[in-house]
T-cell receptor, first 114, second 113 residues
Framework: AQSVTQLDSQVPVFEEAPVELRCNYSSSVSVYLFWYVQYPNQGLQLLLKYLSGSTLVKGINGFEAEFNKSQTSFHLRKPSVHISDTAEYFCAVSSWGGNTPLVFGKGTRLSVIA | DAGVIQSPRHEVTEMGQEVTLRCKPISGHNSLFWYRQTMMRGLELLIYFNNNVPIDDSGMPEDRFSAKMPNASFSTLKIQPSEPRDSAVYFC???????????FGPGTRLTVL
């Protein structure tokens, strides 16, 4: 079984400040890791993913995340946020192998303050 | 590409009525997933298909829920009879064998009165 914990349910941050959204996971098997973003009344959009290789992955909109196997973490970072980054962010895992379901964290609501 | 298409976008119905949600995956994708999003439980898997075959339906809450995928380009999720606790946003997602990224539809917001 797998589980994902997003340590902060809400993160307020001022515009142009850096932000880190934290994610820890638990799994008995190897996993792929994902961050998705959800804007109000929309579906989920992939920000970035870790499948293998370099532990630092870069995604869209200036976001990046680092996979830390020993700490079972996959924290999301952005050096300077914009108002348009205000959204709900979900960390998710899926098992290695074929097309398997995503297990999501509860989400972190990022609010960027002007 | 039109992306994953879901219909209707909004559905308001009364308790006891049958509800059918529809999904058209991205052409060429061979896996399809139904998720439900609620404030209390977050995003959870209901059922998924590989090559039109149901693989895991353990997330389907009760026998009132059923899902079908008669062909590679269409899936339905049916609730009969519906109850107020079924109110949620239902997402459909699809993926191909490579990349492992799931592409999500815009969701159907279901309200059962």
């Amino acid at each position: 079984a797998q589980s994902v914990t997003q340590l902060d349910s809400q993160v307020p941050v001022f515009e142009e400040a850096p932000v880190e959204l934290r994610c820890n996971y638990s799994s008995s098997v190897s996993v792929y890791l994902f961050w998705y973003v959800q804007y109000p009344n929309q579906g989920l959009q992939l920000l970035l993913k870790y499948l293998s290789g370099s532990t630092l992955v870069k995604g869209i909109n200036g976001f990046e995340a680092e996979f830390n196997k020993s700490q079972t973490s996959f924290h999301l970072r952005k050096p300077s946020v914009h108002i348009s980054d205000t959204a709900e962010y979900f960390c998710a895992v899926s098992s290695w192998g074929g097309n398997t379901p995503l297990v999501f964290g509860k989400g972190t609501r990022l609010s960027v303050i002007a | 590409d039109a992306g994953v298409i879901q219909s209707p976008r909004h559905e308001v119905t009364e308790m006891g009525q049958e509800v059918t949600l529809r999904c058209k995956p991205i052409s060429g994708h061979n896996s399809l997933f139904w998720y439900r999003q609620t404030m209390m439980r977050g995003l959870e898997l209901l059922i998924y298909f590989n090559n039109n075959v149901p693989i895991d339906d353990s997330g389907m809450p009760e026998d009132r829920f059923s899902a079908k995928m008669p062909n590679a380009s269409f899936s339905t999720l049916k609730i009969q009879p519906s109850e107020p606790r079924d109110s949620a946003v239902y997402f459909c997602a699809s993926t191909a064998n490579v990349g492992h990224e799931q592409f999500f539809g815009p969701g159907t917001r279901l309200t059962v009165l």
